[in-house]
C-alpha cells in the first residue's frame, strides 16, 4: 500500500489516497499499525483521502490507537494540499466532506504547490449534550472538574470533535502527561475527549500544549486551536482574532462574528512510502 507522509504544525499522519489504494478490511489494526514509532512508520494516525458525492474528497482520520475521529484540522490541511498538488483537483477553493460536515478551504500556492491553507473549520458547537459533556452549562464555561484529588477549571467545546480546555498559569509536563490523560477518560465526558492546556500571552497570542484523545500529546492540534480560540473569547481572556504558538509551529485562529471558525496553517509534505505489512 502506498502512502505519504504528511504533517501540519508538526501533527503528523499517514495519509493514503484511496481514489488509488486498496485498504485491508480493519482500517483501525491498519491505524494502530501504522502509527508505531518504533515497528510502524510512525505518525499520530492515519488519514484516508476518499472519493466524495458531496465534495471534491472525503477525509476519514483515526487516531493512533485505531478510534475514528470526526474531524482533524492540520489533517484537512495536509488533505487539501495533497488533492491539489496530486492533481486530483485544480482549483485553489477546495471543499472536503468530513464527519463535521463539507468543509470549505483556501489554498496559497507558491511554485505550483500548496504552502499555508485557511480553513472555516465550521461553527463551535456549545451544546452540551452534543459535545458531549455530562457538565452543566451550554457549553460549560470556567467549570470545575474533579480530576483526582485536584479540582480544575475547563471549558468544553465542540469542531465535531470533543475539547476540554484549562487555562494554566504555566504549561507544564504535569498538566500535559498527568493531568490530560485523566481528563481524556473522564466520565464527564462519554465519547473521551481532546484535552488542551492554554498559556495566555495576551487578548491576541497564546500558548498551547495538547493531550489529545486516542494519540496522546501531539505537537499540534487543530480543531483543539479552534476550541481553545472560542474557550477564550467565551471566559473573555482574548479576542476574536489570536495567534496560537504550538510546540510543532504557529496557527491563525478567528472566530468570526457571523460564528464561524476560520484557522490558517501550514502543510507539509514529508515523504511517499510503500506500506508492506506488519514486520
Ligand atoms: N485526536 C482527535 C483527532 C485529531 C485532531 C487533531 N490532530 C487536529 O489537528 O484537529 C480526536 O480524537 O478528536
Known sequence: ?????????????VYVNCFKEI?????PNLAKQVSDRHKGIGSDGLILICPSEKADAQMRMFNADGSESEMCGNGIRCVAKYVYDHGIVQSQTLKIETGAGILSLDLDIIDQRVSQVRVNMGRPILNSSEIPTLLTGDPPVNADLQVG????????VSMGNPHCVSFVDEITDYWVHEIGPQVEVHPMFPKRI???FIEIISQN??????WERGSGETQACGTGACASAVAGVLTGRTERNVLIHLPGGDLRLEWSESDEVFMTGPAV??????WTGPQ
Open 1 to 13: 500500500m502506498k502512502f505519504t507522509k504528511m504533517q501540519g504544525a508538526g501533527n503528523d499522519y
Open 23 to 27: 485498504l485491508p478490511q480493519d482500517i
Open 194 to 196: 481532546n484535552a488542551e
Open 205 to 210: 497570542e497564546m500558548i498551547m500544549r495538547v
Open 149 to 156: 484529588d485536584q479540582t480544575i477549571q475547563v471549558t468544553c
Open 269 to 274: 509534505e514529508v515523504y511517499e512510502g510503500v
